[in-house]
């Protein structure tokens, strides 16, 4: 099925996620991520922007923590590849691209929808203090995931070598229809280039429900408007019979000590013993997976 084929049956307006993109990196702010507090403070000029420490909401700062995670294991599958050329998909205010310019050699495109990039593209002067490492660039570039031709041409920028994919934060905007599109388009090209998909949106849909539910926020709200909790995953088990249906394995899931998160102690100071026995009791909402083409 080809791009107008998708849109024809399933029309619709992919600019309307970049909402989330934008609450993200305020909450990405009061961490350690790199850039995240300074692209938020470019963002929301000429107001400053001060991460509010001081805020009692334990419900935010369990959130906090939980991006913050899910963006270093992303990191930790994908530093741990020796492959240099990376296309992250449907970033938003993500600036790992900045990020991985500190390593040599690393050929990085960030992409995303019209908006998002030409906004990006206004704050990478003011973020980008120092040069790239010998070798590396970076580019940023308008690309819709699901236009296969796009995709394809954006890929063909990396001139040889195998390419990992990188996102989060995309796949439970998208029915299980366009799941398979998606995948379908990011396997062709690792088969013939070889490389991996790592992928942060493994998320578990009753599990997100419990959670949601305690929550009444314009985050919160945005999900429900785009029904994001009915896209994700019945479990993990359903999630990987999904992929390999596809044509894909997992080569690895992430693991990461919570208690080393720039965002830990804030959460510990206010937060009751009860909330975090609760916290823990409530089991994995999200994981993160390295995925591979099965030959």
Not at 10 to 21: G, K, L, Q
Not at 99 to 124: F, N, V, W
Request: hydrophobic share 35%; glycine share 4%; with cysteine.
């Amino acid at each position: 099925m080809n791009e107008t084929d998708l849109h024809h049956t399933n029309p619709r307006d992919y600019s309307t996620i970049s909402p989330s993109a934008r609450a993200l990196l305020l909450m990405k702010g009061h961490t350690d991520v790199p850039f995240a507090r300074e692209a938020a403070s470019l963002l929301l000029y000429p107001n400053r922007f001060e991460p509010d420490y001081a805020n009692p909401d334990f419900k935010f700062w369990a959130r906090v923590l939980h991006f913050e995670k899910r963006y270093k294991n992303i990191n930790q599958l994908l530093w741990e590849t020796s492959v240099h050329n990376i296309l992250e998909i449907c970033s938003g205010f993500s600036f790992r691209g900045l990020e991985a310019l500190q390593k040599p050699g690393i050929h990085y495109i960030d992409t995303d929808l019209p908006g998002i990039i030409t906004l990006k593209k206004s704050l990478i002067p003011a973020l980008q203090t120092t040069s790239p490492a010998p070798g590396s660039r970076l580019e940023i570039v308008s690309m819709n995931a699901l236009d296969q031709q796009q995709v394809q041409y954006t890929s063909s920028h990396f001139h040889t070598g195998p390419v990992n994919f990188v996102n989060e934060g995309l796949l439970m905007y998208l029915d299980n229809h366009e799941k398979e599109h998606l995948c379908q388009i990011i396997r062709s090209i690792l088969q013939k280039r070889g490389g991996y998909w790592i992928t942060g949106d493994i998320y578990i849909k009753n599990k997100h429900e419990r959670v949601s539910k305690q929550l009444d926020d314009q985050l919160n709200n945005f999900f429900e408007e785009h029904r994001i909790t009915e896209k994700m995953f019945d479990s993990f088990e359903e999630a990987e019979l999904f992929f390999n249906k596809v044509g894909f394995e997992i080569d690895k899931e992430a693991r990461t000590d919570i208690s080393q998160l720039s965002s830990m102690p804030w959460l510990q100071q206010h937060a009751t013993e009860a909330q975090l026995l609760k916290l823990q009791k409530a089991g994995r909402l999200q994981t993160t997976w390295r995925l591979k083409p099965i030959p």
